[in-house]
Every structure is written in C-alpha cells, then in structure tokens.
C-alpha cells in the first residue's frame, strides 16, 4: 500500500484554515493515524483510526475519511502548529511505505 | 512518565557495524510490539523494523532486510538494533517507537527523541 500526501508543502497564516489530503493506493479502512512533526523533535500522534483526536490534542485538529481518501483539518492556524505533518496507515503488514511523505505546513 | 531513550548512534565508516539502544520506562514494556523507524536528513519518516513483543515476529523494511537484526530483552525493558554492512543511504535520526492497538488499527503512540547514524568515510 502507497500513502501519498497533498500538498507536499504549505503555505498559510496564523487563523487560517488548512487541510492535508492523504491519499492510500487501496483501501485501509479507517486504519489511518496522523503525526506532527516539529524542526528537530520527534512526531508525536494527534490522530488515530482517522478521527480519533489523543488526548492533550487541540480541538482544531480533525481528521476524516475512509477507504483511500482522508483528510486532516487545522480550523485556526496557531504558531505552533507550523510543522510538517505525515499520515501513515496500519492496515496490514509488513508495514512498509506505512508514511506518507509528509506535508510542511509554514508561515506565509 | 512513560519514556523511550535511544542511544549508540554516531559515526561509523561504510561497511561497519553499529548497536543501537532504546530504554523503555514508565509502562510495561513487554505488553507492547516496538518499531524502529528512520529519517534520513531532510526527509520523512521510514519505518525499519518492528518485533512484537514476544520477539516472535519481526519485521524488515527491504532496504535493511539481511544487514539489520532487532532483538528486544522484555527483562531489561531494552529494544536493540544491530546494524551491520553500513551504507551511505543508511545516514539518519533512528527512533523507537511504541506501537499500541485500539481494535482495528494501530498507532506509534509513544516516540524516542532519536539517534543520530552518520555513514561516511
């Protein structure tokens, strides 16, 4: 299974509205997780099974989607959400190419 | 607090070997499959390895598959991975992770802050 991510980059301000699009070349049911990634630290989990928000994560984030398709939404842009954001699947095994090849989310 | 710490990582010459660690705390180590997954400069994530947690399955990415071994010591709360036959492409942060099921699916729900691997002569 390949997981590719749209955009690869982007561009936006604090308060705006984003969404990142991954995309799985079959099915992986509702098996999908999203990660942020922040310069020179480890991802951390903010989505699981493709819109469990874990705990501690902001209420802006959303994720949605099943089959191939999902979404994950930042209602409001704040500072510290300028990061790069992978999704990755866990449908099946071995999990290789289980990432997304990450989307970078900056500051215009 | 639960805690995953790698260590081992450096610099090693092409075709060398290198032993990495990661040390569990905080949570019951042995009720949990581990991960090893790697980000060469600039790039994403690539998942390396996984062994559950019985060592009874394991997991190879294509690219290490015959060069690297995992092995994980419920005992001593301690997954390892032995990298031989060491490549300039192998350059990257390493990191464990925790890998945890909610029915369905999966998640890498907890993550070392990662190790350094630097292949070059």
């Known amino acids: 299974i390949q997981m590719t991510q749209s955009p690869s980059s982007l561009s936006a301000s604090v308060g705006d509205r984003v969404t990142i699009t991954c995309r799985a070349s079959?099915?992986?049911?509702?098996?999908l997780n999203w990660y942020q990634q922040r310069p020179g630290r480890a991802p951390i989990l903010l989505i699981s099974?493709?819109?469990l928000l874990q705990s501690g994560v902001p209420s802006r984030f959303s994720g949605s989607g099943s089959g191939t398709e999902f979404t994950l939404t930042i209602s409001s842009l704040q500072p510290e959400d300028f990061a790069t954001y992978y999704c990755?699947?866990?449908?099946?095994?071995?999990?290789?190419?289980?990432f997304g090849q990450g989307t970078k989310l900056e500051i215009k | 607090e639960v805690q995953l710490v790698e260590s081992g990582g450096g610099l090693v010459q092409p075709g060398g070997s290198l032993r990495l660690s990661c040390a569990a705390s905080?949570?019951?180590?042995?009720?949990?499959?581990m991960n090893w997954v790697r980000q060469a400069p600039g790039k994403g994530l690539q998942f390396v390895s996984y062994?559950?947690?019985?060592?009874?399955?394991?997991y190879y990415a294509d690219s290490v598959k015959g060069r690297f071994t995992v092995s994980r010591d419920n005992a001593e709360n301690s997954l390892t991975l032995q990298m031989n036959s060491l490549r300039d492409d192998d350059t990257a942060i390493y990191y464990c992770?925790?890998?945890?099921?909610?029915?369905?699916?999966?998640?890498?729900?907890?993550w070392g802050r990662g190790t350094l691997v630097t292949v070059s002569s």
């Open positions: 079959q099915t992986v049911g509702r098996s």
């Open positions: 990755q699947h866990s449908y099946n095994t071995p999990p290789e190419n289980t």
């Open positions: 905080g949570f019951i180590f042995s009720n949990f499959d």
């Open positions: 062994i559950s947690k019985k060592s009874s399955t394991i």
């Open positions: 099974a493709s819109s």
């Open positions: 992770a925790r890998e945890s099921f909610g029915g369905t699916y999966s998640t890498f729900d907890v």
